[in-house]
């Protein structure tokens, strides 16, 4: 990798609108939805082969042993290439890519994936002025659709991990995750799901409150226009009539939904689910205090 011939991209991210959830949240509808906004400019997905591109970056190889990144991983190589990256494959939601129209000087950029809930001090040195969305969703019904997409194998993520025992790695990888060898799959469920909540508040408990906020994604389900209204607001979008007519009726299914949602599908791992409640209830307690900071 050298940056040295890279396009200096600092100045084209204005205020980036990072989303961070733990897997399975419903982040990807949240993301599939503010890409709908006139202003938002998106990499049309997840940011998985961008980041982890760089093998300094990517626990396959040696140089890093979970997804959590902080500065000391952002070094100006990386972080010059990084922007590079991104802007090679920024599009509006009608289609309209960066690369062929350079006389845009700044956009509003809109990045998710779940390993972002671990990478809060490495993004905060890729896009300083960053704004942060913190969905987070129950934790029966998240630690439920977890399991089921380790039993689907569709989310397997670190297929060969050194050292891991148990079926292939899916989902996020965070710190520690060899605590987890040899337990069953809802402690490892439990273990990704508290680790990524816990990282994302202690990390932006650390930043000024104007610059994150809170969704709850059972409210982005029952009113998706009070609850992306809020977020727009936040944000700096406009809700336009594109928008609003999408909010004005049910949101449609993700592109990465599983199975059907359904108030009443994670009871078919309640047993599995509420032997590992102890090991989450001092975040799900914090969650909890922050679930009702809705106009904020």
């Known amino acids: 990798m050298s940056a040295q011939f890279l396009p200096d991209f600092s100045r084209l991210f204005d205020r980036p609108v990072v989303i961070l959830s733990a897997p399975r949240s419903g982040s990807t509808l949240l993301f599939e939805t503010l890409a709908e906004a006139r202003d938002a400019w998106t990499i049309g997905g997840e940011s998985h082969q961008?980041?982890?591109?760089?093998?300094?970056?990517?626990?396959?190889?040696?140089?890093?042993?979970?997804?959590?990144?902080t500065e000391a991983n952002a070094s100006d190589q990386i972080i010059k290439f990084m922007r590079s990256r991104f802007a090679?494959?920024?599009?509006?939601?009608?289609?309209?890519?960066?690369?062929?129209?350079?006389?845009?000087?700044?956009?509003?950029?809109?990045?998710?994936?779940?390993?972002?809930?671990?990478?809060?001090?490495f993004l905060e040195k890729l896009f300083p002025d960053a704004l942060y969305v913190f969905l987070f969703r129950d934790v029966r019904p998240n630690?439920?659709?977890?399991m089921e997409a380790w039993r689907s194998r569709r989310w397997?993520?670190?297929?060969?991990?050194?050292?891991?025992?148990?079926?292939?790695?899916?989902?996020?990888?965070?710190?520690?995750?060899?605590?987890?060898?040899?337990?069953?799959?809802?402690?490892?469920?439990?273990?990704?799901?508290?680790?990524?909540?816990r990282i994302v508040l202690d990390d932006l408990e650390k930043l000024p409150?104007?610059?994150?906020?809170?969704?709850?994604?059972?409210?982005?389900?029952?009113?998706?226009?009070?609850?992306?209204?809020?977020?727009?607001?936040?944000?700096?979008?406009?809700?336009?009539?594109?928008?609003?007519?999408?909010?004005?009726?049910?949101?449609?299914?993700?592109?990465?939904?599983?199975?059907?949602p359904a108030a009443d599908k994670w009871l078919k791992n309640k047993a599995e689910i509420e032997s590992v409640l102890g090991s989450v209830a001092d975040i799900e307690s914090r969650l909890q205090a922050i679930g009702y900071q809705r106009g904020d």
């Open 143 to 146: 630690l439920s659709s977890m």
């Open 50 to 69: 961008i980041i982890e591109g760089v093998q300094a970056l990517n626990p396959n190889f040696g140089q890093v042993d979970s997804n959590r990144l």
């Open 88 to 121: 090679r494959f920024l599009r509006d939601r009608n289609g309209r890519e960066f690369f062929h129209h350079r006389e845009i000087t700044q956009l509003r950029f809109v990045e998710k994936t779940p390993k972002n809930s671990l990478r809060v001090p």
């Open 209 to 260: 409150r104007n610059r994150w906020t809170t969704v709850n994604y059972q409210d982005l389900l029952d009113d998706p226009l009070q609850t992306v209204t809020r977020l727009c607001e936040f944000c700096d979008f406009e809700l336009d009539e594109h928008l609003l007519g999408r909010l004005q009726q049910p949101l449609p299914l993700s592109r990465l939904t599983h199975t059907r």
């Open 156 to 197: 397997v993520t670190y297929p060969k991990l050194a050292g891991w025992q148990g079926p292939p790695w899916s989902l996020l990888l965070p710190p520690d995750w060899q605590n987890v060898n040899g337990r069953s799959l809802e402690e490892i469920c439990a273990f990704q799901w508290e680790s990524a909540n």
